[in-house]
């Protein structure tokens, strides 16, 4: 399937001077196939070696003996039976993080052996990153592979005139012909959401059962990775934060900050913030901290002890909920959290994949302003709703008081511009990396 990371690839090939590409992410956003499709397509490589370190650990003893490209690429081809051109052919190292002499062996990559092209993935990477506190900063290109925005969903259905309409109403904030359509795939992507292989499985007979089953592969080789990967007092803490992310982003209170009393009875921050940790290292969460002040640069004003945690992918969170699509059409206000909940998730995801860096400011007693960026034209307040009911007192206040050139509302009304707030349907979130 089409991804835009793609164009990323593209570009990091034509730089005279790249050095090795690493691509992180969480499993299964398609780091493996979207690195692969790209080198074997590209004109400028004859042939791609891919070297997989959990399925091929025999090939970590290239690495084992000496760090210098020459005798990695000897051995490389002494074991694989492969000729290996420097320039023409690209190594492709993946699930690096179970070869940490590879990891090592990237920084010698980069200034004995530039011609040489290079990338490497990991699932675990962040995590085994974090964790070592060894990697070779400065002596790579790094990229971030997340699951499939709104965007390139339309694309997996075959609605890319349709979206591409959207794109043109948001550059001239005029509505858009097509928004009920687009609404109705806005709906289904809460559901599906955009692991590559949940979407595949849609995509062919529209079977949102179909796609559960792959889902809950997914969220059950999660959870294979916390017991594999961590202790298991640790794994048990970050599996009681994961599996409470479905009741924090649907409280009564309507604030979905996070809270510990919602992980276990009794749990706090020193004792679970590791666990925290984890799941954003995995790429399997998001998280957005609050902000005290709504100036730049936001990252002074950051208050890393109030956040709020987001699944990294929606559709994984409403297989977690059991949620059905009618669940998202009914309007009784007692699942009024619940869908708004989702819809905040939903906007965190599509804010994530396009490069922005979301806070969040306020608090329950005085107002929340559930998403805060740093944009070209300055700081901007982001409203999420999930309906059209769109008052956003919060929003506007935040605008005020700092002086913001605008405000955003993201909800289900169309495009539209008024009195210093501009609309944002739900389905064109993801272009809000564009400001």
């Not at 835009?4 to 969480?26: Q, Y």
């Not at 493996?32 to 025999?58: K, M």
């Not at 420097?86 to 590879?102: M, R, S």
């Not at 977690?320 to 819809?343: N, V, W």
């Amino acid at each position: 399937m089409r991804r835009k990371i793609t164009a990323e690839l593209e570009a990091w090939a034509a730089r005279p001077n790249k050095k090795p590409l690493v691509i992180f992410g969480a499993r299964q956003t398609g780091k493996t196939t979207s690195a692969l499709d790209f080198a074997r397509s590209h004109e400028a490589y004859a042939d791609v070696i891919h070297i997989d370190f959990y399925r091929q650990p025999g090939l970590k003893a290239a690495f084992a003996a000496s760090l210098e490209p020459k005798t990695v690429v000897a051995t490389l081809e002494a074991l694989l039976g492969r000729e290996i051109s420097p320039g023409n052919t690209l190594l492709f190292l993946d699930e690096i993080q179970d070869c940490d002499q590879a990891i090592t062996a990237l920084k010698y990559f980069a200034t004995d052996a530039p011609k040489c092209p290079v990338i490497a993935a990991g699932s675990l990477l962040g995590v085994h990153v974090a964790r070592s506190g060894s990697f070779p900063v400065g002596y790579v290109d790094m990229l971030t592979m997340h699951p499939m925005d709104f965007e390139e969903f339309c694309w997996a259905l075959g609605e890319e005139r349709a979206f591409g309409l959207a794109r043109s109403s948001f550059q001239g904030l005029t509505e858009c012909p097509v928004h009920d359509h687009l609404l109705g795939i806005y709906r289904e992507y809460l559901l599906v959401g955009g692991m590559p292989e949940a979407v595949r499985t849609y995509a062919e007979g529209r079977s949102l059962p179909a796609a559960r089953v792959v889902q809950s592969n997914i969220r059950t080789a999660y959870a294979a990775d916390m017991v594999k990967y961590i202790s298991g007092v640790d794994a048990a803490k970050v599996g009681a934060c994961w599996d409470s992310l479905p009741a924090q982003l649907a409280k009564e209170s309507g604030s979905t900050k996070f809270m510990w009393k919602y992980v276990a009875p009794g749990a706090k921050a020193e004792r679970y913030e590791s666990a925290v940790d984890w799941l954003v290292a995995a790429g399997i969460a998001s998280r957005c901290t609050q902000v005290s002040d709504g100036l730049a640069p936001l990252k002074s004003f950051e208050k890393p002890s109030s956040f709020k945690l987001y699944a990294s992918d929606t559709g994984l969170l409403s297989d977690a909920y059991g949620a059905s699509p009618a669940d998202l059409e009914t309007k009784d206000a007692r699942t009024g959290h619940f869908r708004g909940g989702m819809a905040e998730n939903y906007a965190m995801q599509q804010l994530v994949a396009v490069g922005q860096k979301p806070y969040y400011w306020g608090a329950q007693s005085t107002g929340e302003v559930e998403f805060v960026i740093q944009a070209k034209d300055g700081v901007i307040p982001i409203e999420v709703k999930s309906g059209k009911h769109v008052a956003s007192p919060s929003a506007r206040r935040f605008a005020e008081k700092y002086g913001c050139p605008y405000l955003i509302r993201v909800s289900e009304k169309n495009f539209g511009a008024h009195e210093g707030v501009r609309s944002v349907p739900l389905y064109a979130a993801c272009l809000l990396g564009e400001l």
